[in-house]
C-alpha cells in the first residue's frame, strides 16, 4: 500500500520558509494535485517526498514506512519533469528500459515491462525512434514510461506538461487520467494550472506561500472554498469578491454593496452562515453562474446595469454594476450567449442563495452555517 503522509514537515532555505507545518494524507491509488502560485513550495514538497530535498523537520511515510532520511533510491518513488530529461543517443526503448538496466533486471523481463508499458501509453510504434525524431508531446510520453516501468509505489510528477501547447496539454490531461486509472498507482501532481487541476485530481492540495490552504475534493475546493486566497485561485473568471454590508432588515437578513439602493434580501442558508460568525467586516463571495440575471423585474431580484459584455462564444460574461455612481460594486455574472444586448440595459439580479459564500475579510476565512 502506497499511503503517503506527511506530517508536520518544514522547510527553509536559509532565511526563506518553504513549507511550514505541511500535513498532508494521500491515500493510496488517489491522484493529489498540490496547486499554487510560483514560488509556493510545491516542487520543494514533490521532491522532498521523492528524497531529492531533506526536511527540517517533521516525518514522512510511504506505505506506513517513514522515509525521511532514506535516500531517493529506497523510496520506491518515480519522479517526472516538466522538462523531458530523455538519453539523446538512446532509442525510446533503450530510454524506457535505462531503469530496469541499472537494476539488471533480467532481458526478457525488460522487453516485456518495457512493452507493456509502450502499450499503456499508445508509444509502440516509436520505440525505435531517439529523442530528436520525437514531438513535444510524444517525449514526454517516453518520459513517463521510463518513470511508470520500475513500477513504483508513487508516481510524482512536476508540471510534466507545462512546456506543451495548449491542445496538446488538453489531450495529455485526459491521457494521464486515463493511465492513472489503468495503473493505479498513488500519484503526486504537482501545477499552477487551475484547469489542470480541477480536471485531473482526486483530491487538490491548495499552497500559499508554504502553507496549505486546503486539502479538498475539486468540487469541494469549487464550492466552498475554505478561504478569500482559494476563492480567488480557483475558477475562471474568479469568484466574484466584493465588500458588503449586511443587517436584519424587512423579513430577513438584507446585503448591501457600494452603490445599492436596495439591497439583496438574503434565503435562509445564506443568513445561516451570517449568524455563526461575528466578522465586523465581510465579503460577499459568489460565483458568476450563481448571479441569476433577468431582463425583466421579478419579486427579489435588484436592478442593476450592464457594464460591460465579454463574449466567450459557448456564454458571456457580463460585468454589471450594482448603481449608478462611480466606484460602486460590479458582479461578474456568466449568462447564456447574447442574452443581454447592450452596455447600458437594465437588468434584474437574483443570487442563488446556497451559493452565496461570506468571508471574514480580516482573516480570510469562509463563514460556514453552524451544523
Ligand atoms: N535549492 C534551493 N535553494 C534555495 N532556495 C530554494 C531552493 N529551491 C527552492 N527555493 C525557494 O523556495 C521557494 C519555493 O520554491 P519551489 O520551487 O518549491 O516553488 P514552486 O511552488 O514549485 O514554484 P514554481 O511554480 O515556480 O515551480 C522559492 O522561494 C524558491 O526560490
Ligand atoms: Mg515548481
Same mark, same amino acid.
Given at each position: 500500500?502506497?499511503?503517503?503522509?506527511?506530517?508536520?514537515?518544514?522547510?527553509?532555505?536559509?532565511?526563506?520558509?518553504?513549507?511550514?507545518?505541511?500535513?498532508?494524507?494521500?491515500?493510496?491509488?488517489?491522484?493529489?494535485?498540490?496547486?499554487?502560485?510560483?514560488?509556493?513550495?510545491?516542487?520543494?514538497?514533490?521532491?522532498?517526498?521523492?528524497?531529492?530535498?531533506?526536511?527540517?523537520?517533521?516525518?514522512?511515510?510511504?506505505?506506513?514506512?517513514?522515509?525521511?532520511?532514506?535516500?531517493?533510491?529506497?523510496?520506491?518513488?518515480?519522479?517526472?519533469?516538466?522538462?523531458?530529461?530523455?538519453?539523446?543517443?538512446?532509442?525510446?526503448?533503450?530510454?524506457?528500459?535505462?531503469?530496469?538496466?541499472?537494476?539488471?533486471?533480467?532481458?526478457?523481463?525488460?522487453?516485456?515491462?518495457?512493452?507493456?508499458?509502450?502499450?499503456?501509453?499508445?508509444?509502440?510504434?516509436?520505440?525505435?525512434?531517439?529523442?530528436?525524431?520525437?514531438?513535444?508531446?510524444?517525449?514526454?510520453?517516453?518520459?513517463?514510461?521510463?518513470?511508470?516501468?520500475?513500477?513504483?509505489?508513487?508516481?510524482?510528477?512536476?508540471?510534466?506538461?507545462?512546456?506543451?501547447?495548449?491542445?496538446?496539454?488538453?489531450?495529455?490531461?485526459?491521457?494521464?487520467?486515463?493511465?492513472?486509472?489503468?495503473?493505479?498507482?498513488?500519484?503526486?501532481?504537482?501545477?499552477?494550472?487551475?484547469?489542470?487541476?480541477?480536471?485531473?485530481?482526486?483530491?487538490?492540495?491548495?499552497?500559499?506561500?508554504?502553507?496549505?490552504?486546503?486539502?479538498?475534493?475539486?468540487?469541494?475546493?469549487?464550492?466552498?472554498?475554505?478561504?478569500?486566497?482559494?476563492?480567488?485561485?480557483?475558477?475562471?473568471?474568479?469568484?466574484?469578491?466584493?465588500?458588503?454590508?449586511?443587517?436584519?432588515?424587512?423579513?430577513?437578513?438584507?446585503?448591501? !454593496? +457600494?452603490?445599492?439602493?436596495? #439591497?439583496?434580501?438574503? =434565503?435562509?442558508?445564506?443568513?445561516?452562515?451570517?449568524? %455563526?460568525? /461575528? @466578522?465586523?467586516? !465581510? +465579503?460577499?463571495?459568489?460565483? #458568476?453562474?450563481?448571479? =441569476?440575471?433577468?431582463?425583466?423585474?421579478?419579486?427579489? %431580484?435588484? /436592478? @442593476?446595469?450592464?457594464?460591460?459584455?465579454?463574449?466567450?462564444?459557448?456564454?458571456?460574461?457580463?460585468?454589471?454594476?450594482?448603481?449608478?455612481?462611480?466606484?460602486? @460594486?460590479?458582479?461578474?455574472?456568466?449568462?447564456?450567449?447574447?442574452?443581454?444586448?447592450?452596455?447600458?440595459?437594465?437588468?434584474?439580479?437574483?443570487?442563488?442563495?446556497?451559493?452565496?459564500?461570506?468571508?471574514?475579510?480580516?482573516?480570510?476565512?469562509?463563514?460556514?452555517?453552524?451544523?
Amino acid at each position: 500500500m502506497a499511503d503517503i503522509q506527511i506530517i508536520d514537515a518544514e522547510k527553509r532555505f536559509g532565511g526563506n520558509h518553504v513549507i511550514r507545518k505541511l500535513n498532508l494524507h494521500i491515500r493510496h491509488g488517489e491522484f493529489v494535485v498540490l496547486l499554487g502560485p510560483s514560488g509556493c513550495g510545491k516542487t520543494t514538497t514533490l521532491r522532498a517526498l521523492a528524497g531529492l530535498e531533506s526536511i527540517d523537520s517533521g516525518e514522512i511515510r510511504i506505505g506506513g514506512r517513514r522515509v525521511d532520511q532514506l535516500p531517493p533510491q529506497e523510496r520506491d518513488t518515480a519522479f517526472v519533469f516538466q522538462l523531458y530529461s530523455l538519453y539523446p543517443h538512446l532509442t525510446s526503448f533503450e530510454n524506457i528500459a535505462f531503469p530496469l538496466r541499472a537494476a539488471r533486471v533480467p532481458e526478457a523481463q525488460v522487453r516485456s515491462q518495457v512493452n507493456e508499458v509502450a502499450r499503456v501509453l499508445r508509444i509502440e510504434h516509436l520505440l525505435n525512434k531517439r529523442p530528436s525524431a520525437l514531438a513535444g508531446g510524444d517525449m514526454q510520453r517516453v518520459t513517463i514510461g521510463r518513470a511508470l516501468v520500475r513500477r513504483p509505489e508513487a508516481m510524482l510528477m512536476d508540471e510534466p506538461i507545462g512546456a506543451l501547447d495548449a491542445k496538446l496539454r488538453e489531450e495529455m490531461r485526459a491521457e494521464l487520467r486515463r493511465l492513472h486509472v489503468e495503473n493505479g498507482s498513488t500519484t503526486v501532481y504537482v501545477t499552477h494550472d487551475q484547469v489542470e487541476a480541477m480536471s485531473m485530481a482526486d483530491k487538490i492540495g491548495i499552497m500559499n506561500d508554504g502553507v496549505l490552504q486546503q486539502y479538498d475534493s475539486p468540487t469541494r475546493v469549487y464550492d466552498e472554498p475554505a478561504n478569500l486566497f482559494v476563492a480567488q485561485f480557483v475558477g475562471s473568471p474568479i469568484m466574484n469578491v466584493v465588500d458588503c454590508v449586511c443587517e436584519a432588515g424587512g423579513s430577513g437578513m438584507a446585503m448591501r !454593496l +457600494a452603490g445599492m439602493t436596495e #439591497p439583496f434580501m438574503l =434565503g435562509t442558508r445564506a443568513a445561516a452562515k451570517l449568524k %455563526a460568525g /461575528a @466578522a465586523t467586516e !465581510l +465579503a460577499l463571495g459568489i460565483r #458568476p453562474e450563481a448571479i =441569476g440575471v433577468s431582463r425583466r423585474p421579478s419579486p427579489g %431580484a435588484v /436592478a @442593476a446595469r450592464v457594464h460591460l459584455i465579454e463574449p466567450m462564444g459557448a456564454y458571456d460574461i457580463v460585468d454589471i454594476a450594482m448603481g449608478l455612481e462611480h466606484g460602486c @460594486a460590479t458582479l461578474r455574472a456568466r449568462t447564456a450567449s447574447q442574452f443581454v444586448s447592450a452596455q447600458g440595459d437594465a437588468v434584474w439580479l437574483s443570487l442563488d442563495d446556497s451559493r452565496t459564500h461570506f468571508f471574514d475579510k480580516r482573516s480570510g476565512l469562509l463563514l460556514r452555517a453552524p451544523a
